[in-house]
């Protein structure tokens, strides 16, 4: 399987001749990121990993694109009917040849009063899995874990709380596009400090850059 990461929280996973696309948002260029996908998967509703209007588009361009995604997302993209599948924790679906397990149920607190909207994870094919807007555990080991680097929601003791519980081979930022460079230094430094406490290699790709995960 290849990684690509795209843009903040969206990623590109492809492997053979069939490419999913996760969370493609309005800090992402979600018009090209949807360009080449089988199938996208979307955590949530929030506009830098959700884009209507790119994915409606791409949508009535070519007719077997569909898109698995929590439950408002899902009711947003009702008139599309059979091609939006709302799914949910505990849930096993295959995505475009994918073997995709669903965890998570809530979005971090951003405000106190009021209630978190649903969110959804995604662990793929048991190796990548890509949490959305939350700090969920899935209950089998991960791999490749794309972690959250920068949030309203998020603060460094969890960043290292985090790593520290999923406990993954591998970490590659996502969620880092509200950081000017000053920013992703200090972040980048942390992250790297989280892998080092676990003997292991936590990183930021680059936008547009690409990994192979057999060979990471």
Sequence with gaps: ????????A????TKDDRTIVIDPGSFSDASGALAAADAVLITHEHFDHFDPDALRAAMAERPGLDVWTSRVVAENLSDLGGRVH?????????????????????????????PPIPNTGFLVDGEVFHPGDALTVPSEPVRTLCLPGNAPWLKIPELYAYTREVGPERAFVIHDGLLNDIGLKVMQTHVTKAGEELGKEFTRL????SVDLAAA
Aim: proline share 4%.
């Design 206 to 209: 680059v936008p547009g850059t």
């Design 1 to 8: 399987m290849r990684l690509t990461k795209l843009g903040h």
């Design 86 to 114: 709302q799914v949910g924790h505990g849930d096993a679906v295959t995505v475009a040849g994918f073997d995709v397990h669903v965890y998570g149920e809530d979005h971090e607190i951003l405000h106190p009063d009021v």
């Design 10 to 13: 969206c990623v590109r996973l």
